[in-house]
C-alpha cells in the first residue's frame, strides 16, 4: 500500500515538475532564438543628401568570409586615421549621417557600415557582440589593405556602442572608442527586448535568464556571461568616451555607470539628463555633444 502510494505521490509530483520545466527550457529557447534575429530596416537617405562625397564598398567579416558587410566610405584629407562607426540593434549605417556631417571638418574619412544580419549586409544571425566583433576587424582590415589606414577610432550607438567596447582590446590599431547608450550585461536586457518585440511579459522573461544562457551555449556556442564591456575596457590603455541618458527607457543609465567604473583613466562620461528615451542624446544636446566628441577624436587621433 504504501509503494502504492509513493507511486501516485511520485506522479503527482514529477509530470507536473516535467512540463513546467518542458515550458521553462522551451521559452528559454524560443526568447534565445529571437535575441539572434534583427529587422531589417534598409537605408533611405544617403551620405549626398548631407554634402558628404562618399563610395560604396563592402568587406567580408574576419571570422566568416561568407558574411559580406556593406559600407559606405566617407573620404577626407586625412590619410593615416579614419573613424568606423557602427549602429544600433534593427538599425542602418545610416543613422547617425547628419552627426558625420558636422565632424567632417576634423578631416578624418570614416568607414560606416550596416553589421551583419542590419541593412544591406549578409542576412545572417546578430552576433551578440560576441561573433561580430568580426565585423569591426573585418572594418579594420578593409582600412588596412584597401586605404592603407593603420589606425582607427570606433564610434557605436546602442548596441553598436557595447560591440565596439567588446570589440577594442582585440585589435591594437584601435586609438579610441566613443560609445553611445551602451549595455553591460545582455541577459538583464533580454527581457525588456522579449516584451517589445513579442507578446511575452517581461516579468515572465526576467524568470529565464538561467536557461537563456544555456540555451545561447548549446545552439550558438556563446557565454552570455562572457558579454561584459565593462570588463573589457579596463584591458585598454586608453581613454574611452561614454555618452548615456538617465532617462534611458531601453538600457538603463546603470550599464554606463558600470562601464564608466572600469574605464580608464581620463575617460569621459557625458551624462545627461532628460533626454526623452533611448540613444537621444545627440538630439536633444546637439551643440555640447558634437562640442564634446569632436574634443575626445582630436585627443586621440592626433
Known amino acids: 500500500m504504501k509503494n502504492i502510494l509513493r507511486k501516485i505521490l511520485q506522479k503527482r509530483i ?27 530596416n534598409v537605408h533611405t537617405e544617403t551620405p549626398s543628401q548631407y554634402n558628404l562625397q562618399f563610395e560604396k564598398v563592402e568587406f567580408q567579416a574576419a571570422d566568416n568570409p561568407e558574411i559580406i558587410l556593406q559600407a559606405w566610405w566617407l573620404p577626407n584629407k586625412n ?14 549605417r545610416a543613422i547617425r549621417l547628419k552627426m558625420f556631417s558636422e565632424i567632417y571638418d576634423l578631416g578624418y574619412p570614416a568607414l560606416l557600415f550596416d553589421i551583419r544580419g542590419h541593412g544591406e549586409s549578409t542576412k545572417t544571425k546578430v552576433g551578440l557582440t560576441v561573433k561580430d566583433i568580426g565585423d569591426i576587424n573585418g572594418a579594420i ?10 589606425q582607427v577610432l570606433l564610434f557605436g550607438t546602442s548596441y553598436g556602442a557595447s560591440l565596439v567596447l567588446q570589440s577594442a582590446h582585440t585589435n591594437q590599431s584601435v586609438k579610441g572608442v566613443v560609445a553611445d547608450a551602451p549595455f ?8 525588456g527586448e522579449v516584451a517589445r518585440r513579442t507578446p511575452i511579459p517581461s516579468f515572465i522573461a526576467g524568470q529565464l535568464s538561467h536557461g ?24 585598454l590603455d586608453y581613454p574611452i568616451m561614454l555618452i548615456h541618458c538617465t532617462d534611458d ?27 526623452g528615451g533611448h540613444d ?6 546637439q551643440e555640447n555633444y558634437i562640442k564634446e566628441i569632436k574634443k575626445y577624436i582630436l585627443a586621440q587621433l592626433n
Open 14 to 40: 514529477l509530470i507536473p515538475s516535467g512540463i513546467i520545466l518542458g515550458i521553462y527550457f522551451g521559452l528559454s529557447i524560443y526568447v534565445t532564438m529571437l535575441s539572434f534575429q534583427s529587422i531589417v
Open 79 to 92: 590619410e593615416n586615421q579614419a573613424i568606423i562607426f557602427a549602429h544600433g540593434i534593427d538599425a542602418n
Open 141 to 150: 582590415d578593409y582600412l588596412k589593405k584597401e586605404r592603407n589606414i593603420d
Open 184 to 191: 553591460n550585461n545582455l541577459v538583464d536586457l533580454l527581457a
Open 212 to 235: 537563456i544562457i544555456w540555451s545561447a551555449r548549446l545552439y550558438e556556442g556563446i557565454n552570455m556571461r562572457q558579454i561584459n564591456p565593462a570588463e573589457n575596457v579596463n584591458k
Open 249 to 275: 527607457d531601453r538600457i538603463p543609465i546603470n550599464h554606463a555607470d558600470e562601464i564608466y567604473a572600469l574605464s580608464p583613466k581620463s575617460s569621459t562620461y557625458l551624462r545627461y539628463e532628460n533626454c
Open 280 to 285: 537621444l542624446a545627440y538630439e536633444q544636446y
